[in-house]
């Protein structure tokens, strides 16, 4: 699987959009690009997923670039419970194969 | 459904114990996943299973591990004799075919 490369850490005024950015240069034509997300002292959760469309659910929006090479995750109104770890995956979605590979993701620390 | 249950939430035992942490995934899913979380390493997949049987084990660190997954309600990760660096906190995945996992609270061990 390919990886990806996001910065160690970002900070977002509360009720502001949080736009985290994920490279993947190396990503493969099949390949989906996933977002979860992991609270402190929490599991991780998944958040939003997709191929290379845009994608929208009731938790965030995820912008993919034409070439596929970045994507960006968008919490359009971020809280403070939005404060957390957010890790951006690719993976094939084939196979038997579902091994991830965690990269350190982005602290987001949403502030009032 | 309750989500993917963990048991114990926390461990602490001494070294050279064994240590054996319990995982209870979300009825209907085929796929159980466990991961190790540390600061220095992240977030590590050890083994995952499908249908009840181990398919990537490449993960696990050394013969000190074992995992089972005897019916599909049901898996255990054991340490065997545990070692003050697999002070961790443990995870427990399940997912739905090629759909996203949904991870457990994790059980946090503590070797002494």
């Known amino acids: 699987d390919a990886k990806t490369t996001q910065p160690p850490s970002m900070d977002c005024a509360e009720g502001r959009a949080a736009n985290l950015p994920c490279n993947h240069s190396t990503i493969s034509g099949n390949e989906y690009v996933y977002w979860y997300r992991q609270i402190h002292s929490q599991g991780p959760q998944y958040i939003i997923h997709g191929l290379k469309n845009n994608e929208t659910n009731e938790m965030a929006s995820l912008i993919i670039t034409e070439d596929r090479k970045s994507s960006t995750l968008i919490l359009p109104h971020a809280t403070l419970r939005d404060t957390a770890v957010y890790y951006c995956i690719v993976r094939a979605r084939a196979g038997n194969n579902r091994k991830l590979i965690w990269g350190l993701g982005t602290s987001l620390a949403v502030n009032p | 459904d309750a989500g993917v249950i963990q048991s114990p939430r926390h461990e602490v035992t001494e070294m050279g114990q064994e ?39 490449s993960g696990m660190p050394e013969d000190r591990f074992s995992a089972k997954m005897p019916n599909a309600s049901f898996s255990t990760l054991k340490i065997q004799p545990s070692e003050p660096r697999d002070s961790a906190v443990y995870f427990c995945a399940s997912a739905y075919r090629d759909t996203e996992a949904f991870f457990g609270q994790g059980t946090r061990l503590t070797v002494v």
Do not use: A
């Open chain 2, 19 to 57: 240590v054996t942490l319990r995982c209870k995934p979300i009825s209907g899913h085929d796929y159980l996943f466990w991961y190790r979380q540390t600061m220095m390493r992240g977030l590590e997949l050890l083994i995952y299973f499908n249908n009840n049987v181990p398919i990537d084990d």
